[in-house]
């Protein structure tokens, strides 16, 4: 076999070559960099400082902290120095005369803290929850904000608390310092909610490819949260729920509701039809009130029931704290007690019934009453009849067939009046009691303001 000789000089000459060669293709990564990672953290801190205080009328973010079941808290941010700010809001207690520190530091990225108390620390506060359910979790909301990136004017963060939730600083305007306290704070707590003294259907109406589509509305104005539900049976998208956020001219809603590839999120308040409208490419999304019913209720079918409960007791005189009759009802309730008190010697009005609802023509209204201490009642029979409105709905009329002839009936006239009405009730079959009794509500068919919440048995 043949050797193979290795020239000594040579290979110390490429070696030399090699290094050489490697010291001009230097890939020291710091010098893609003018700065040192240091210099250039400190930068980035100086120029969100700098823009945080450089927007002439601070800045504005609408915070949903969990839209699965809370809805947007809107925030006015005046960052007047290196330290300071001043704050704003449409939710807990601000004080705008009042300034609190910040700090802009760094984390797992630039982090924007504001490290002491202000109206933000009221959404993080575990000890402030809207309802029990969300005791020791408030309203999940965070003080601390790691900075993301910029877009146009505007610079997003994300919650420290929950990442995935992105937090918009846009530039406020003048005219935010002054809505997000009245015209906000009016929409969240006057138009947003369901006004006692209109009608107790308030619905979403969805408007899409020629269709419409019916959903019942529910909002919880502690959470900001409205519980959204379809009526029509056809409905393709069943839930709508959504958090909710007052502006100064309707309001926003996270998550955006898509339809068809339509995204709608932001609903416009129109105060001549008491409506707020969301429209987009033709799809369109209503909320309104209905004094005159377009959809089917669902149906309770009065007297004829399943489960055989025949006999009904008014609710709010068994469970007054969960009761879901109208307040329009309610106060109706309250006023005729207080007339039956003061029209017969101070007796008080205990309970409320409808019995034998199983036959149109031997059933009773049932008042009991308490006296010196003992319970008496008062019988008033009555025949019924069932029609149906154009939509499909049961209308069930009530009439006195041989009115009592008593002492104690102006006292109990004003509820008379309301039963043996001439329009006759709608019937609304409604969350049940429980596992063996059905619980509905009946609505003036003249009047729906007044849904009176009962209990079958």
Same mark, same amino acid.
């Given at each position: 076999m043949k050797k193979i000789k290795i020239n000594t000089c040579q290979l110390i000459v490429a070696l030399c070559l090699f290094v050489l060669s490697s010291c001009d293709e230097n890939n020291d990564p710091e010098l893609l960099f003018e700065d040192t990672p240091t210099v250039r953290i400190e930068k980035s801190i100086a120029e969100l400082k700098t823009a945080l205080q450089g927007s002439e009328n601070g800045w504005k973010t609408t915070y949903f902290t969990d839209d699965s079941e809370l809805g947007g808290f809107t925030f006015l941010f005046d960052f007047i120095s290196d330290s300071e700010v001043i704050m704003d809001s449409d939710f807990g207690t601000p004080d705008v005369s009042?300034?609190?520190?910040?700090?802009?530091?760094?984390?797992?990225?630039?982090?924007?803290?504001?490290?002491?108390?202000?109206?933000?620390?009221?959404?993080?506060?575990?000890?402030?929850?809207? *309802? &029990? $359910?969300?005791?020791?979790?408030?309203?999940? !909301?965070?003080?601390?904000? +790691?900075?993301?990136?910029t877009e146009g004017d505007d610079i997003l963060f994300k919650s420290n608390r929950d990442r995935d939730i992105v937090i918009r600083f846009s530039k406020a305007s003048k005219e935010d310092w002054t809505s997000l306290t009245s015209l906000n704070k009016t929409m969240l707590e006057t138009n947003i909610p369901k006004n006692p003294l209109k009608s107790v259907f308030r619905n979403i109406t969805l408007e899409s490819g020629g269709k419409t589509t019916l959903y019942g509305f529910s909002f919880n104005e502690a959470r900001r949260f409205a519980t959204v539900t379809a009526i029509s049976k056809d409905a393709v998208k069943t839930d709508l729920s959504f958090g909710i956020a007052p502006t100064p001219t309707g309001f926003i809603v996270s998550p955006a509701i898509e339809i068809e590839n339509v995204v709608l999120e932001e609903f416009i308040y129109n105060l *001549? &039809? $008491?409506?707020?409208?969301?429209?987009?490419? !033709?799809?369109?999304?209503? +909320?309104?009130?209905?004094?005159?019913?377009?959809?089917?209720?669902?149906?309770?079918?009065?007297?004829?029931?399943?489960?055989?409960?025949?006999?009904?007791?008014?609710?709010?005189?068994?469970?007054?704290?969960?009761?879901?009759?109208?307040?329009?009802?309610?106060?109706?309730?309250?006023?005729?007690?207080?007339?039956?008190?003061?029209?017969?010697?101070?007796?008080?009005?205990?309970?409320?019934?409808?019995?034998?609802?199983?036959?149109?023509?031997?059933?009773?209204?049932?008042?009991?009453?308490?006296?010196?201490?003992?319970?008496?009642?008062?019988?008033f029979k009555f025949t019924y009849t069932v029609t149906e409105d154009a939509t499909g709905n049961k209308i069930y009329k009530l009439t006195e067939t041989l009115p009592v002839n008593t002492t104690r009936r102006a006292g109990i006239l004003p509820l008379l009046d309301f039963l043996f009405r001439d329009s006759g009730f709608y019937v609304q079959k409604m969350v049940d009691f429980n596992a063996n009794q059905n619980t509905l509500g009946i609505i003036p068919v003249d009047d729906t303001t007044m849904l009176a919440q009962w209990y079958d048995f």
């Open positions: 009042a300034t609190s520190l910040y700090d802009i530091t760094l984390g797992s990225t630039v982090k924007l803290t504001f490290t002491t108390k202000n109206v933000i620390h009221q959404l993080s506060d575990s000890n402030n929850f809207p *309802d &029990d $359910d969300l005791r020791g979790q408030g309203y999940k !909301g965070s003080f601390e904000f +790691l900075y993301f990136k *001549d &039809d $008491d409506e707020f409208v969301a429209e987009v490419d !033709g799809v369109k999304i209503t +909320l309104s009130y209905a004094d005159e019913l377009s959809f089917l209720l669902p149906f309770y079918d009065f007297g004829n029931e399943s489960r055989g409960n025949n006999n009904m007791r008014l609710y709010r005189t068994n469970l007054p704290n969960s009761d879901l009759s109208s307040e329009n009802f309610i106060n109706f309730y309250k006023e005729w007690e207080a007339h039956f008190t003061a029209t017969q010697s101070g007796r008080t009005v205990t309970r409320v019934y409808l019995y034998n609802l199983e036959t149109v023509d031997n059933s009773f209204v049932q008042v009991r009453y308490l006296s010196s201490g003992r319970s008496f009642s008062l019988n």
